[in-house]
């Protein structure tokens, strides 16, 4: 089963990048077969071209096959590349002698509405990808979105696609270990990605908007040539989305398909007054970011009738209206809302925060040029919150989606869901 996958999902194959006219693919390591326990320093497995290169591609008809195998089972790239070693997939890799060239050719748009795994899921699948080449050495990744041109203004995934040759870890950070990286995606370390994933986030959102006011801190922010090289999409020289209005606090409200179509049962609710707590006394405006609610080009799963949104965002803007009546609060979910302004708007928010636990959130909070207010994701480390752009928050009493699925249909649910969201607490 698994190879027949494997062959109609990928190729290996060996290349050669100098005038050597073996076809061997790599040779087994003679210095050890020892799984290795210990951070690897990657510059010692520097590119030399004179050795074949291993090429492992993936394409988009593979896709689904990728993610599905890389959030249950692993890192698809240790895996890979073990197998490239002819060692099993619960045997790590070892760092490659030769190179090898981990290429992703994708049609983002499909991508995006045609896989089950949101934009959060899918970034944390490919950063660790990004991660674990790193940690291994001598591995260069492609990542490619065929749309490129055409998706960027609409998609994530886009901004975050390059070629990035193998470099050594930064030596002021540390590297995490092989064997962790190797993990499903949402234990994987990514954060120690996370000067360049800040770096390619920050730069989406302004490429996408622009820099909001001149004092605002993405003014400060610098393109570095060496960065620009590896990206697959270059700045643009004026914003893609020119005359968004954007808000000092930006909050996410998954709505859509767990809401209306089928619960979720890993996603809970806060309710609004632990989300209105942490917002400054000084915000001028306030936008609740969420799907929009009709008709709108969506993901698939999100479904197309929306009567529960409406209600509920309504009355979430109600209660936020009525603590800051200084504040202007607005509903952004408007036609051309997308995941890429709505990762904008909380990048370039002075304060981000959101309505539950969901991983679409993840990155840009942990990107965003002011706070943003986040459960802390599995597989970050506490010591981590200095690092990141996030103070790390525990969301106790949440209502599943489950439960509010449930309740909804009961006599007088609705009423009862609306009641508990909007009931004060203290923290
Ligand atoms: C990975 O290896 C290190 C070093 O041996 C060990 O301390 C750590 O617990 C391992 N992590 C996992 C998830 O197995
Ligand atoms: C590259 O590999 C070849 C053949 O193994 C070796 O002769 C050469 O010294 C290597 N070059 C570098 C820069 O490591
Ligand atoms: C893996 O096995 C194949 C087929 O048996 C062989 O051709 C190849 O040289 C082996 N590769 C390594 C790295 O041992
Ligand atoms: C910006 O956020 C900080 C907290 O991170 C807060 O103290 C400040 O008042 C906020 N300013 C505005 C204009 O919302
Ligand atoms: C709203 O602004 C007025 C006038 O500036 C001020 O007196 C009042 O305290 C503010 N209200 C809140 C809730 O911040
Ligand atoms: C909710 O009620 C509707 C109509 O009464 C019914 O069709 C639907 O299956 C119920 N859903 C759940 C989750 O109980």
């Known amino acids: 089963m698994l190879s027949v996958m494997l062959s109609t999902c990928c190729s290996f194959i060996a290349l050669h990048r100098a005038t050597l006219d073996s076809a061997a693919i790599v040779t087994s390591p003679s210095w050890g077969q020892e799984t290795p326990q210990v951070p690897l320093s990657p510059s010692i497995h520097s590119t030399n071209n004179t050795q074949p290169l291993t090429l492992i591609r993936y394409r988009q008809s593979g896709m689904p096959y990728f993610l599905r195998e890389a959030m249950s089972q692993g890192n698809m790239l240790c895996r890979d590349v073990a197998e490239q070693q002819n060692k099993t997939r619960d045997t790590l890799p070892l760092p490659p002698l030769s190179p090898i060239q981990y290429s992703l050719q994708l049609e983002c748009q499909k991508l995006f509405y045609q896989n089950s795994w949101g934009t959060g899921n899918v970034l944390q699948a490919f950063y660790g990808l990004r991660l674990a080449a790193r940690v291994l050495g001598n591995i260069e990744v492609r990542i490619r979105c065929k749309d490129a041109e055409k998706t960027k203004s609409d998609l994530v995934l886009p901004w975050m696609a390059g070629a990035f040759v193998p470099r050594a870890v930064v030596e002021t950070q540390s590297s995490p270990f092989l064997n962790e990286t190797c993990l499903p995606f949402s234990h994987a370390p990514v954060h120690y990605l996370m000067d360049e994933i800040r770096y390619e986030l920050r730069r989406m959102a302004i490429a996408l908007v622009g820099i909001p006011y001149p004092t605002h801190p993405a003014a400060d922010f610098v393109l570095v040539p060496e960065r620009e090289q590896e990206m697959q999409l270059p700045m643009p020289e004026t914003p893609l989305r020119p005359n968004i209005e954007l808000d000092d606090v930006a909050i996410h409200f998954r709505c859509g398909d767990i809401i209306e179509v089928q619960p979720h049962y890993a996603y809970g609710y806060t309710r609004f007054s632990s989300v209105a707590n942490y917002i400054s006394s000084e915000a001028r405006s306030i936008g609740i970011v969420t799907q929009p609610f009709q008709g709108q080009r969506q993901r698939r799963m999100d479904g197309t009738e929306h ?75 506490e010591s981590f919150e200095e690092r990141v752009n996030s103070r790390f928050i525990e969301h106790s009493d949440l209502m599943s989606s489950i439960d509010l699925f449930r309740l909804w249909n009961e006599t007088n649910g609705r009423e009862q869901i609306l009641e508990w969201f909007t009931t004060d607490v203290t923290s």
């Open 307 to 381: 009567t529960r949104c409406p209600i509920l965002i309504g009355a979430f803007q109600q209660f936020l209206q009525d603590r800051f009546p200084n504040a202007t609060v607005l509903i952004r979910n408007s036609p051309d809302e997308n995941v890429a302004l709505s990762y904008a708007r909380f990048i370039m928010a002075n304060q981000s925060l959101a309505s539950g636990i969901s991983t679409f959130v993840y990155f840009p909070f942990m990107a965003t040029f002011g706070t943003g207010y986040l459960q802390k994701p599995l597989y970050v480390e």
